[in-house]
């Protein structure tokens, strides 16, 4: 049984704190893997730091997988480079990387990076970007389906946000499955996550607000092309989804869907409580999530017993 706390600072076995920010989580076997950016020194690409877990609060740095390439290079140290994702593709046992890749310290070039590794640590060597029809992409989440079919979900700010379908190999993009905006909402929501249960897909999301935090949402729909219900928020109004932004949920195993991610009846919510002025030691909200027939509702523990 491991405790957690509703906000953390965590420490890697090093001692130091976890860059696990704009975090990316999937179980890989028994064990649980999640990459974030380094943020020690402000926006700029440090690189995509893994660490390995198995109750979401003792994390082994596993290092730096995919690391700085030079000044000229789209991974180089000028750019902005965010929410790495990691997915394990069925028809290839390759272990595929997505990420936000932007601008020289701006976020003008929004498109997906693509990486590939052969085991979750990889390391991972960058192969390309992607604009799927020419559609800006910033925030970016993944969703794997109870068939293995491959999904990056992206923020494009003139369209909304996208569910992609990804190809067999996961290295590029075959179909548009859908593209929402927020109810009554000017653009798609970013930070986008997508979990199932029970043939239900969720779908999560933040308002465009920066670093500030906002009341995020989430809508329902039985099939990934919809319809899709109107969006709501799923923490009290007016609470900022306790200061936080929306990042990643993770399926828990239980006692009668064992690891089934997909019937999972229990689920950690992870989200960013940046620090814009010292990204690096921004905090991490979790918090167990209910997502049950339609429904998804996120309440405030200072401590609790994630079951781990
Ligand atoms: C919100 C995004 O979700 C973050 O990843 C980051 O890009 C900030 N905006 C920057 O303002």
Known sequence: MATMNGVNLFHDNMGEVAQLHGIGVQRFGDTWYAYGEVKFNGNLFQGVACYSTNDFVDWTNEGIVLPVEGDDSIVGPKRIIERPKVLHCPATGK???YLHVDGENNYSYAHIGV?????????????????HRGYESRD????QDEDGTGYILSEDRP???????????????VEDVVCLKGTNYWAGYESPIVVKRDGTYYWFGSQLTGWDCNDNMFATAPDLHGPWSEWTPFTPEGSKTYESQCDIIVPLPNETAGEDQWHASRFL????RWNPKDLGNSELVTLPIEIEGGNAKL???????NGL
């Open 95 to 97: 272990y595929v990387m």
């Open 115 to 131: 990486a590939v590794g052969d085991s979750p640590t990889g390391g991972f060597t960058f192969l390309n970007t992607i604009q």
């Open 299 to 305: 309440a405030w523990h200072d401590s609790w017993d």
């Open 140 to 143: 970016i989440g993944v969703f």
């Open 269 to 272: 919510y992870i989200g960013d």
């Open 159 to 173: 369209h909304g946000t996208h569910i992609y379908r990804l190809s067999d190999d996961y290295l590029s993009i």
